[in-house]
C-alpha cells in the first residue's frame, strides 16, 4: 500500500530528471507541459512587477551586505543569486498563506510588507525578532536548520482542523534535507495529508559542504519516498518557479496535501559575511552561474518581448535607489533596546525569580552609575 | 465534584476535561489513541473526541513537540505525549531552541500554550531509558515551566493549571505512582509557582517532589516513632522552585534534607541547597543533605532498589543533619570520607 502511495507521488512528480523551466539563460521561453497552464495572467505588467521584485531583492541584499562590511550589522547571509527562487514562489502566495522561513529569505520578509527596519534589527543584533509573525503571516528567521519545517507541518494539521483553505510554506535549505526535523515533517505531513508546500532552495552548499555530500540522489526525489510529490525546477527561473509554486499551493487548498519543490538555484555569495568561499569551491563554478542570473535572464526575455526595457531598468533603479536610502535610514535610527529588556517575554508572566534579576541589576546598573 | 480515582487516571480525566472545554485543546502522541497510552492514561479519549483531537501520531519525537508549535502559532492548545523519559531526548532540540524561546524570541508576540507530558522516574523494573528523571535539563531552560505531582488531586490540579498556561509547561508525571489511589476534587485550583508543605514538623525539612513525596512521608511517620518530626515539603514547581515556602521552613527547623531520583549533580537538589545556602545561611545548624540517585546511569532494574532514594536513606540524612549516628557519621569515623 505504501508503494501506491509513493507511486501515486511520483506520478504527480515532475522534473526530477531535469528542472523544470520556462525560461533559458537567454531569455528565451520554451513551452513547458507542466508549468505553462499556470502562466496564462503573466502579462508584460506581471513580468515587469517580477523584475522590479527581484532587482529589489538584490539592492536590499546588496547593502545589507555593505552594512554589514561598515559594521552597521553584526550579519548577513547573502541571498545574491536566489532572487528567482523566493520571488517567484513568494508572489505565488496569498496574503493569508503563512510562511515558516529559514534565515536567507529576506526577499520573502520585503514581499510579505516587513519594514527594513524589522527585517535588520536581527543582524544589527539588537532584537532576536523584528516583526510580528501573526502580522506578517511569517515566522521570524530560523537559524536551527530544519525546525521550521515542522512548525509549517504543524500549522497546517491546524489548517487542516479548521477546515480552512489557506497553506503554510516552508522554506529550507539543500542542507535541512539532511536533518532528521525534515524528515520527520515530511512523514507527518504527508501521513495527516496536510496543506504544506516544502520549497527548498538547493543553493549547492550548506557553508563550505557541497550538495553531493547531502544527496546521492536529486533532493525532490526523496520526496516521492514519503509519498509526497516533488517539483524540481530551475530556481533561476522566476517563472518556472511561479507556476510550480502555484500547482502545489492549488494542490494543498483542495486537499491534496503536501508537495515538495526543489529550486535548483546558486549561492552566488557566501554563506554569510563571515565566510569565505574561496576555499571551498573554484571560480569557473561561480562564473558559470552568474551565467544563469536570474534577474538577467528575466530581463533579456522582456527585451526579446518587446518591451521597453530602458524604462522597467530605469523604474527599478528608482525604486532601489530609495529602498537603498530608507534601508540606510532604518540601520542608523534603530535604537539600542534597555538592558532589562533582557528579562522581558521570558514568560508571559514573569516568575519571583526573574522579577528578582531584574530588580538585582538595576541595583547593580544604578550603583555602577552613582559612582561614575 | 469528589470522587476516587487513581493518579493516572485523575490525569486523564484533567485531560478530558479540558478537551470537553475547549475546542482548541488537542491530544498529540504515539499510541495515546485506540490504546490509550502504554499507561492507558488516555484511555477512551480518542472514542469520545474523535480522531482529529486526540491524534496517534508517527514515531517521531521531535516531529511531535515540533508540530504542537505550529499547531499553537495556529491557535490550538496541544497536549503532547512522550512516552518515556528516555525517550524525550530527540525532541529536545525542538523544546528547548523553539518551545521554550518562541516567547521570548518574538518579543512577546507569539504564545505558546503547549503541554508536554513525560511520563518519569523508576521503580516499574522496566529496561533501559524507561526509567530516568531528565527534569533538570529542562529546570536548566529559560522559557519552561516544569511541574511534577505526587497525588491524584495533585496530578488533576497540575495537568489542569499546565493545560491553563500560556507558557509552555513540562509535566513529570510520576509513573509508578499512576496506580495509586486518593479523592480527587475537580474544583480544587494551583498555581504553578508554588510548593505545598504537607507535615509540619519542628526538626527537619525534607524537601522533595514526584515519586519520592511518599518515600518522605512515609519516613515522616518512621522518624516521628523516635520523636524525631520531619517538615516534608512537595515541591511541586520544579521550575520555577519556590525556595520562599522552603526558606521558611528552614527558618523554623534549622536542617534541610533534599530528596529526588534525578542524579545530584547540577540538579535540582544542587538548586535548592545553593538557594537556601544564599538566603538562610544563618539558620541552618547542620549543612544540607541531598538524598537523590547516584551520579551513574540509570542501572540495570534489579538493583534500582539501590540507586532510588529509600525511606532508610532519608532517614538515615535525617540522623545526619541531626548529628545523630549515620552513615556518613560512620564513613568519616573509618576515613572513607572526602
Known amino acids: ?372 | 465534584m469528589t470522587e476516587t480515582l487513581p493518579l493516572g487516571k485523575a490525569i486523564g480525566r484533567a485531560l478530558g476535561d479540558a478537551l470537553a472545554e475547549d475546542e482548541k485543546v488537542v491530544l498529540l502522541g504515539e499510541d495515546i489513541g485506540k490504546l490509550g497510552g502504554v499507561f492507558r492514561v488516555t484511555d477512551g479519549l480518542q472514542q469520545q473526541f474523535g480522531e482529529a483531537r486526540v491524534i496517534d501520531s508517527p514515531l517521531a519525537e521531535s516531529a511531535i513537540v515540533g508540530t504542537a508549535i505550529g499547531m499553537a502559532y495556529r491557535g490550538y492548545r496541544p497536549i503532547v505525549e512522550i512516552q518515556f523519559d528516555g525517550f524525550m531526548f530527540p525532541a529536545f532540540d525542538q523544546i528547548v531552541t523553539q518551545l521554550a524561546r518562541l516567547h521570548y524570541r518574538t518579543a512577546g508576540r507569539v504564545r505558546m500554550p503547549v503541554t508536554v507530558r513525560i511520563p518519569y522516574g523508576g521503580h516499574i523494573g522496566s529496561v533501559e531509558h524507561h526509567a530516568e528523571s531528565p527534569e533538570s535539563y529542562f529546570a536548566h531552560t529559560p522559557g519552561l515551566r516544569v511541574v511534577t505531582c505526587s497525588s491524584p488531586q495533585e496530578a488533576y490540579s497540575t495537568m489542569r493549571a499546565a493545560i491553563a498556561s500560556d507558557d509552555p509547561v513540562i509535566v513529570f508525571e510520576p509513573k509508578a505512582k499512576y496506580w495509586g489511589k486518593g479523592d480527587v476534587d475537580t474544583s480544587v485550583v494551583r498555581d504553578l509557582d508554588t510548593a505545598t508543605v504537607l507535615t509540619r514538623g519542628r526538626d527537619v525539612t525534607v524537601a522533595c517532589y514526584g515519586p519520592t513525596v511518599q518515600t518522605a512521608l512515609d519516613a515522616a511517620v518512621a522518624a516521628s516513632d523516635e520523636g524525631i518530626e520531619l517538615e516534608v515539603i512537595d515541591l511541586r514547581s520544579i521550575s520555577p522552585v519556590d525556595i520562599d515556602t522552603v526558606v521558611d521552613s528552614v527558618r523554623r527547623t534549622g536542617r534541610l534534607v533534599v530528596a529526588h531520583e534525578a542524579p545530584a549533580e547540577a540538579s535540582v537538589s544542587s538548586e535548592v541547597v545553593a538557594n537556601v545556602v544564599e538566603r538562610a545561611f544563618d539558620a541552618l545548624n547542620a549543612p544540607p543533605e541531598r538524598v537523590t540517585g547516584y551520579d551513574t546511569p540509570y542501572p540495570p532494574s534489579a538493583l534500582e532498589g539501590h540507586y532510588l532514594p529509600s525511606l532508610d536513606r532519608i532517614l538515615d540524612a535525617v540522623d545526619h543533619v541531626l548529628g545523630r549516628r549515620s552513615s556518613r557519621s560512620e564513613l568519616a569515623l573509618t576515613g572513607g570520607a572526602r
Request: proline share 4%.
Open chain 1, 1 to 372: 500500500m505504501s508503494i501506491d502511495v509513493s507511486a501515486r507521488a511520483a506520478e504527480h512528480s515532475a522534473g526530477l530528471d531535469e528542472p523544470l523551466a520556462i525560461l533559458d539563460p537567454s531569455g528565451a521561453r520554451h513551452a513547458n507541459a507542466v508549468l505553462d497552464g499556470q502562466l496564462s495572467d503573466v502579462d508584460e505588467t506581471a513580468l515587469t512587477d517580477l523584475y522590479v521584485d527581484m532587482a529589489l531583492a538584490r539592492r536590499v541584499d546588496q547593502e545589507a551586505f555593505a552594512l554589514t562590511r561598515q559594521g552597521e550589522l553584526v550579519l548577513w547571509p547573502p541571498s545574491l543569486g536566489q532572487e528567482a527562487a523566493q520571488v517567484g514562489s513568494g508572489r505565488a502566495l496569498r496574503e493569508t498563506d503563512f510562511v515558516f522561513g529559514s534565515y536567507r529569505e529576506h526577499a520573502l520578509a520585503v514581499l510579505r510588507g516587513v519594514t527594513f527596519r524589522e527585517l535588520l534589527a536581527v543582524w544589527q543584533g539588537t532584537t532576536q525578532s523584528g516583526w510580528d509573525p501573526q502580522a506578517y503571516r511569517m515566522a521570524t528567521p530560523q537559524i536551527i536548520i530544519g525546525a521550521q519545517t515542522l512548525h509549517a507541518t504543524g500549522y497546517a494539521m491546524g489548517l487542516r482542523m479548521d477546515g480552512a483553505d489557506d497553506v503554510a510554506i516552508a522554506y529550507l535549505g539543500d542542507g535541512a534535507m539532511s536533518e532528521g526535523d525534515v524528515n520527520e515533517a515530511m512523514v507527518f505531513a504527508s501521513t495527516f495529508r496536510v496543506p504544506a508546500v516544502f520549497f527548498c532552495q538547493n543553493n549547492h552548499y550548506a557553508i563550505s559542504e557541497p550538495v553531493r555530500l547531502q544527496s546521492a540522489s536529486p533532493l525532490a526525489a526523496r520526496a516521492t519516498g514519503f509519498g509526497i510529490p516533488a517539483l524540481r525546477v530551475d530556481g533561476n527561473d522566476v517563472l518556472a518557479v511561479l507556476a510550480a509554486t502555484r500547482i502545489a499551493l492549488q494542490r494543498a487548498r483542495r486537499g491534496g496535501g503536501p508537495t515538495f519543490i526543489e529550486a535548483v538555484t546558486y549561492r552566488i555569495g557566501p554563506h554569510t559575511t563571515t565566510d569565505d568561499p574561496t576555499r571551498y569551491r573554484d571560480d569557473e563554478e561561480v562564473a558559470q552561474w552568474r551565467g544563469k542570473d536570474p534577474i538577467d535572464r528575466l530581463e533579456r526575455h522582456l527585451a526579446q518581448n518587446g518591451a521597453r526595457v530602458d524604462q522597467i531598468r530605469e523604474e527599478a533603479q528608482v525604486r532601489c535607489d530609495q529602498a537603498a536610502r530608507d534601508l540606510r535610514t532604518a540601520v542608523t535610527t534603530g535604537e539600542m533596546p534597555r538592558a532589562e529588556t533582557i528579562f522581558d517575554h521570558v514568560y508571559t508572566t514573569p516568575t519571583v525569580r526573574i522579577s528578582e534579576q531584574r530588580a538585582q541589576h538595576l541595583a547593580f546598573e544604578a550603583s555602577i552609575e552613582g559612582e561614575s
